[in-house]
């Protein structure tokens, strides 16, 4: 089962997502991404004042990726739009 599911992480990115291998709990935030409320749950995670839950299994496995090579995916060029008349 890969992290994003075994963590329900399927709301969206970015995602931040605080993990304590040794109390096989992690922690993740709610909210916009921003300067703020990753300053906010920086403070609470460090604090001890996030809200966690158990790890399933108690374990995770990360997987080595290969480096991007820049070529799965050209840019995306947008065209300005036409003013409305």
Not at 47 to 64: H, M, N, Q, R, Y
Request: aromatic residues 8%; negative net charge.
């Amino acid at each position: 089962m890969d992290i994003e599911r075994k963590m329900n992480l399927g709301f969206g990115y970015p995602a931040v997502v605080a993990i304590s291998p040794k109390k096989q709990v992690f922690a993740t935030m709610r909210g916009s991404f921003n300067e703020s409320n990753v300053s906010d749950f920086l403070t609470k995670v460090t604090t001890g004042s996030a809200g966690t839950d158990k790890i399933p299994g108690g374990v995770l496995e990360f997987k080595k990726a290969d480096k991007w090579d820049g070529k799965d995916a050209q840019p995306i060029v947008e065209e300005p739009e036409e003013p409305e008349e």
